[in-house]
């Protein structure tokens, strides 16, 4: 007895499990979270919805899933601890019920072109097991270990590339373009100018070589060595032409030399750009591109490398395999023979690998292929590779947290994706999912409604509980897209589209007529072969199909990168530049109307010249550290400091606009030079961050901090909300505007000085459509976004459709890849790609108006766009 009442008066023993399946939580006071409780059942399918901005994520990640992260590293060793990345301590009171928790967060493709497919799932180390026990050798050889069939090893890497599959050369076509040329008269382009280059020439004549005979009639021995040769001769060399020179010891490089050096080794970024054009990027040709060695390469598995089943779709790896996997008496008749593709292990390893493989195929990701590069996957499609890689892992009783899994979903993928929540579910786990897609929050078993706003405007539970209850919760701005047929706002956002500025859409009958036409004929890249599209000029088109069927191939890529080379043909003859930027919105000169021949995509063009300008609005961040922010970004600080600058405070000390910069030195505060935060350092344990014990975290100096303008100085302005900001600032006209437009994105909530490492994909584009609105008109311009409501709560897109209405009734033209069948039913046009993804895609299957691809028999998007256009 004394033993258990000792337990119960110590808190850290009361179990920590309520039997009741509830995770409670009591006290959260995350980012705006107005000290929330809230109750979440286990073992449910349980749906955050709010807003954009309203507290939802600040709920299910940073204070559920951040205190279950918190609680694991607790049991960590201390040193340990320092070696894992860990996130922060939430603000919140309690949780209890809280078993171990996942986060699968939308995340961009891992930078590193070494991670792939085949590597996030683990399904490349299968395979090459695989080939490493069962392949079909080469007689003579040795068996390999499965390292050998990695280009990420030392062992299986290509010598020539290093396992990247790409090799940066110089031939003979790119170092000498001009063959009827003689060295003489500069035949060998990549060779230096001046006198550099006529001290190579002179060389050249001292060692007995032509240098006044055409280059193309020169032995190709000849030619050969003074291109490619390693050897650095030195010789007296007497100038010709110059008869008061004296001779001097000469050292001769070749242009292969001479460029690889200059790379290697020039300070000067104009030396490095100009050598860098007599350079060839492409597949290397020892590996064939597969980065891997001519060991590795000569082993196969039914008849194929390593490096043609990492090519082939997922769809068409499971067909390969699937014979061994079937295979019910193996090895007794193979034991003896070369190969041991039907042995045990053949078998085993192939049955694992079909059994993974479906997961993606019923995901919707068969149109992938082991070997592609993560850089190049949506976050949609980054996400999906991670939940199915979960479910086969077989945890129990964990929660996962999921961002939006069905973002850059189309409606027909999205269904066996709830199918795949499910499984989660009954394998004994609990599905926390963040979303804004509602048919995906009406099968939830669960809803938590956020809002009622965003931001200050935010951060109060207004509904916990079964989905059908938020009917009843008028507050709720989820409410009456959840329940269209219930009454409130109609989600249909085309009913008031011909009013300005009111966030709706013109009827059918006010379908605008396009004013020309864009055509790119012969388009082949990637599953697109031999395609001719046609983009009308002056309306809104959207662009659809299932995942992987092409729509950013054709939008992002070839669309952005022709015209682009048209408005901007100084960048296209560089080997880097591709499509102009929301960073880049200058216009250029449009050119005559000649169809024009752009890219190696395209076989010609027409329509181009009646664009004036290129604008890409994509979800790329606005910046990589956290001194960019809203206010930087769009200029607007530019304004605030010019307006502090002016005050008499100011003036009298001599403080100009730079003083109220927190990025220079002068009026920031030097001990975290204007970050706001220093690193704390601590022995055996994470190290963290914390406010700037001089300047609390302002990023500025007392001297400049004592300046206000209208009573509020420059930190107290950052610190303000877009709303608030829109208020206090109205008398700026250059900061009025700014703010104006990024209110009328949807983002008035957001705080000026907030970091750009804190803004979602989704908020970083409208920032950037923002800065786009707010800029003078000129010429017709062409505005190319890539799923623009990835992140966006249904009322939130209303905004977004209102401004990019707004844009093609200024008389320019908006090209939008969506999934979003409210967006593409409020479109003008609508081209529809498919019939399925990968190598099944690449098509147009339908083009026209909404309501006639909605009734087309053969696109999987009609009968999803046919219900959207019925509300």
């Keep these: 007895m004394q033993h258990n009442k000792q337990a119960s008066n110590m808190p850290f023993l009361t179990p920590d499990h309520p039997t009741d399946g509830f995770v409670r939580v009591r006290g959260a006071r995350e980012n705006n979270l107005r000290n929330v409780d809230v109750d979440v059942p286990r073992d449910a399918i349980v749906a955050f919805t709010g807003v954009s901005g309203s507290g939802k994520s600040s709920l299910a990640f940073g204070t559920i899933y951040a205190e279950a992260q918190r609680r694991y590293f607790e049991s960590v060793a201390p040193y340990a601890r320092r070696l894992i990345q860990q996130g922060h301590n939430p603000k919140v009171e309690l949780i209890t019920g809280l078993p171990p928790a996942v986060a699968l967060q939308q995340r961009r493709g891992t930078p590193s072109s070494r991670s792939t497919v085949g590597t996030v799932t683990t399904l490349s180390n299968s395979l090459r097991m695989l080939f490493s026990r069962a392949g079909t050798y080469p007689e003579g050889t040795a068996q390999l270990d499965s390292d050998a069939f990695s280009p990420n090893t030392a062992a299986g890497a290509c010598p020539v590339c290093h396992g990247l599959g790409i090799a940066h050369t110089v031939s003979e076509s790119s170092l000498v373009p001009d063959t009827s040329l003689s060295i003489a008269d500069g035949a060998i382009a990549a060779w230096p100018g001046a006198w550099q280059g006529k001290n190579l020439r002179d060389i050249l004549s001292h060692l007995g070589y032509d240098v006044n005979t055409p280059w193309r009639k020169l032995p190709k021995k000849h030619r050969d060595w003074i291109l490619f040769t390693e050897e650095q001769p030195v010789v007296e060399v007497t100038p010709k032409r110059d008869r008061v020179a004296k001779p001097y010891k000469g050292r001769f490089w070749s242009a292969k030399s001479y460029v690889l050096h200059t790379l290697a080794d020039s300070k000067s970024d104009t030396m490095r750009q100009r050598v860098l054009r007599f350079m060839e990027t492409g597949p290397c040709e020892r590996c064939g591109g597969s980065g891997l060695t001519p060991e590795a390469l000569a082993v196969t598995f039914a008849g194929r490398t390593i490096a043609e089943l990492n090519a082939v779709p997922m769809a068409e790896l499971a067909e390969i395999i699937r014979p061994t996997s079937n295979l019910k008496d193996a090895g007794t008749a193979s034991r003896a023979a070369a190969s041991g593709e039907t042995n045990e292990v053949a078998v085993a390893i192939t049955r694992d690998l079909l059994l993974r493989i479906t997961v993606l195929l019923e995901l919707g990701l068969g149109y992938l292929a082991l070997g592609r590069a993560t850089p190049t996957l949506s976050p949609g499609e980054m996400q999906r590779l991670r939940i199915a890689t979960q479910l086969r892992s077989g945890l129990f009783g964990v ?15 999205a269904e066996p994706l709830q199918a795949v929540l499910e499984a989660l579910k009954s394998s004994g786990n609990s599905v926390f999912v963040v979303e804004h897609n509602m048919d995906v929050v009406r099968r939830a078993d669960w809803l938590v409604d956020v809002g009622p706003r965003a931001g200050e405007g935010g951060g109060e539970i207004l509904y916990s509980g079964p989905v059908a209850g938020l009917a009843e919760v008028e507050s709720s701005v989820t409410r009456p897209f959840l329940f269209p047929d219930g009454g409130g706002a109609n989600r249909d956002s085309r009913k008031n589209h011909g009013k300005k500025n009111d966030g709706g859409a013109r009827g059918q009958a006010e379908v605008r007529q396009a004013d020309g036409w864009l055509g790119l004929k012969g388009i082949s890249r990637h599953n697109l072969r031999d395609l001719d599209a046609e983009f009308p000029l002056g309306i809104l088109t959207a662009v659809t199909g299932v995942s992987g069927s092409g729509k950013s191939t054709l939008v992002s890529q070839v669309l952005a990168e022709v015209v682009g080379a048209r408005l901007h043909p100084e960048a296209a003859q560089n080997a880097a530049a591709a499509a102009v930027t929301a960073e880049d919105l200058e216009s250029g000169d449009a050119g005559s109307g000649e169809p024009l021949i752009v890219s190696e995509a395209v076989a010609e063009t027409s329509g181009m010249e009646r664009i004036d300008r290129l604008v890409r609005v994509d979800q790329k961040p606005i910046g990589r550290t956290p001194r960019s922010n809203l206010a930087t970004y769009t200029g607007l600080f530019d304004a605030v400091r010019k307006e502090f600058a002016a005050t008499e405070q100011a003036r009298a000390r001599g403080f100009g606009a730079g003083r109220f910069s927190f990025n ?130 249904p009322a939130d897109v209303q905004l977004l459709m209102a401004q990019l209405h707004g844009l093609v009734d200024a008389g320019n033209t908006v090209v939008v890849v969506e999934h979003e069948m409210d967006v593409v039913a409020a479109a003008d046009w609508v081209i529809d790609l498919g019939p399925a993804g990968g190598d099944a895609g690449g098509e147009i299957v339908a083009s026209g108006t909404p309501a006639a691809v909605a009734r087309s028999a053969t696109s999987r998007t009609a009968p999803y766009l046919a219900t959207a256009l019925s509300h």
């Design 399 to 413: 929660v996962y947290v999921l961002d939006e899994p069905s973002a850059g979903l189309h409606p027909a993928d």
């Design 664 to 793: 220079v030195a002068g009026g920031r505060c030097e001990t975290c030079l204007g970050e706001g935060f220093v690193a704390v350092e601590l022995l055996f344990l994470p190290g963290s961050y914390g406010p700037c014990p001089e300047c609390g975290g302002s990023r500025y100096n007392p001297e400049t901090l004592e300046v206000t303008y209208d009573g509020r100085n420059v930190a107290e302005v950052l610190a303000m909300t877009v709303d608030a900001a829109a208020e206090f600032l109205a008398g700026v006209p250059a900061a009025a505007r700014s703010l104006q437009t990024l209110r009328d994105v949807g983002l008035g909530y957001l705080r000026l000085g907030q970091p750009a490492t804190e803004l979602s994909g989704g908020e970083a584009q409208r920032i950037k459509l923002a800065t786009e609105l707010q800029r003078a008109r000129r010429g017709h311009t062409l505005y190319l976004l890539d799923e623009p409501t990835t992140g966006l709560h």
